[in-house]
């Protein structure tokens, strides 16, 4: 039988080295996912939840988990660490509107800016109330921060007392609530210049309500 002719040591080396390559590359392939954003994987981020009406979307609804309407405080409030994870945010929805369409997301601290349109529309506190409970429930986070809602042109005094009542449900569930719109109220109506219907903010306004929760945001995924 005839030998076979043996290779050559520079042969064999560099067989080996492209066998070497082609695992790497193929290890590679396997473990890349090219839809993972390096804000979702950062262990230092702290990611948002949103939950409101269009003072959160602005005069769009939020989509894909983004801000595109002009009018919300959420660009104001985003920056590192705090990245926006998602929510649900469409203009004149009701808190019985968001309790439907929510869906759970995961973050680190949910949001929610819910009444204005509930107040417009005469809808009793307590099925407000049941709403909001509802909508912390279903979103399933547990760092939750509740907002004010801001000043009505219309019905100021009703815009105070449901704020009263918000704020005695976030103390009874262990939410932090925060009013981020004090430098924007004047009595019970807004600052003159601070809106542009007697509903809606400023940008201007709307930022700096942003950079009020974000403290609070921060603050409660601190564990404060």
Do not use: K
């Amino acid at each position: 039988m005839p030998s076979r002719p043996r290779r050559s040591r520079s042969q064999s080396a560099r067989r080996l080295c492209a066998v070497v390559l082609l695992v790497l590359l193929f290890s590679a392939a396997c473990t890349a996912d090219p839809d993972v954003q390096a804000d979702d994987t950062d262990p230092g981020n702290v990611v948002l939840v949103v939950v409101g009406d269009s003072l959160t979307a602005g005069f769009e609804p939020l989509t894909d988990g983004e801000v595109r309407g002009e009018g919300s405080w959420v660009p104001g409030a985003l920056g590192d660490p705090l990245v926006l994870g998602g929510g649900w945010a469409v203009p004149g929805a009701t808190t019985g509107d968001m309790r439907s369409g929510v869906t759970p997301v995961d973050g680190d601290v949910l949001v929610v800016m819910a009444g204005t349109n509930d107040i417009a529309q005469g809808i009793d506190w307590e099925a407000s109330r049941d709403n909001v409970l509802t909508i912390t429930r279903t979103m399933r986070i547990g760092a939750v921060v509740v907002s004010a809602i801001p000043p009505s042109a219309n019905q100021a005094e009703v815009a105070t007392a449901y704020n009263e009542r918000l704020r005695l449900v976030a103390t009874e569930q262990g939410w932090t609530f925060v009013d981020p719109w004090e430098t924007a109220r004047e009595g019970e109506g807004w600052v003159p210049g601070a809106s542009v219907d007697g509903t809606h903010p400023t940008q201007e306004v709307a930022d700096e309500v942003g950079r009020t929760l974000r403290a609070a945001v921060l603050a409660r995924a601190a564990g404060g």
